[in-house]
T-cell receptor
Framework: NAGVTQTPKFQVLKTGQSMTLQCAQDMNHEYMSWYRQDPGMGLRLIHYSVGAGITDQGEVPNGYNVSRSTTEDFPLRLLSAAPSQTSVYFC???????????FGDGTRLSIL | AQTVTQSQPEMSVQEAETVTLSCTYDTSESDYYLFWYKQPPSRQMILVIRQEAYKQQNATENRFSVNFQKAAKSFSLKISDSQLGDAAMYFCALRRGDSNYQLIWGAGTKLIIKP
């Protein structure tokens, strides 16, 4: 039972580069979300999805895009990386947002 | 606006003793959900306990229990018989009970267990 799988675990980018963080879950969860975690702060919601084809913005969506073409996958795209996006990124899924969330192992992203 | 505040950046406790982590929140809703999550050094986020606001009974999960004071908007986590494996960051989170799907998180409390 894989749960929530995030790839890659670590990534270094140069300013202006683009990349996609992958997230996949095998629990048939409808709700998926992306967070960033910065030192001294709690998790901040970037984008979330309540089902395939449905996405919405969270607290800090600027600079990030998402899509949800299938129930299993919820990729996060950085179109033009900026140093302010250096952070640890977590993907999570749950049957709904009021149910326990299952988290991936996180991606540590550094933007130079 | 909803907020979640964890006023203790760091707490320490002797192994086998009891420790309480505090969490206060602000919401105008009457129906909502509260969570405590644990993040050990491995970075994986793990659910500790969940409380539904409409339930008066405090949630418990083995050595973990909460003191939910709805009027005071307080949701503290008590860890009994602390173990070395309890060392981690602990995060409190709030989710409104309506169609708003967002979880709001506190800044976390680092728990240190002294052997």
């Amino acid at each position: 039972n894989a749960g929530v799988t995030q790839t890659p675990k670590f990534q270094v980018l140069k300013t202006g580069q683009s990349m996609t963080l992958q997230c996949a879950q095998d629990m048939n969860h409808e709700y998926m979300s992306w967070y960033r975690q910065d030192p001294g702060m709690g998790l901040r919601l970037i984008h979330y999805s309540v089902g395939a084809g449905i996405t919405d913005q969270g607290e800090v969506p600027n600079g990030y895009n998402v899509s949800r073409s299938t129930t299993e996958d919820f990729p996060l795209r950085l179109l033009s990386a900026a140093p302010s996006q250096t952070s640890v990124y977590f993907c999570a899924s749950g049957r709904s947002s009021n149910q326990p969330q299952h988290f991936g192992d996180g991606t540590r992203l550094s933007i130079l | 606006a909803q907020t979640v505040t964890q006023s203790q950046p760091e707490m320490s406790v002797q192994e086998a003793e009891t420790v309480t982590l505090s969490c206060t929140y602000d919401t105008s809703e009457s129906d909502y959900y509260l969570f405590w999550y644990k993040q050990p050094p491995s970075r994986q986020m793990i659910l500790v306990i969940r409380q539904e606001a409409y339930k008066q009974q405090n949630a418990t999960e083995n050595r973990f229990s909460v003191n939910f004071q709805k009027a005071a908007k307080s949701f503290s986590l008590k860890i009994s018989d602390s173990q070395l494996g309890d060392a981690a960051m602990y995060f409190c989170a709030l989710r409104r009970g309506d169609s708003n799907y967002q979880l709001i998180w506190g800044a976390g409390t680092k728990l240190i267990i002294k052997p």
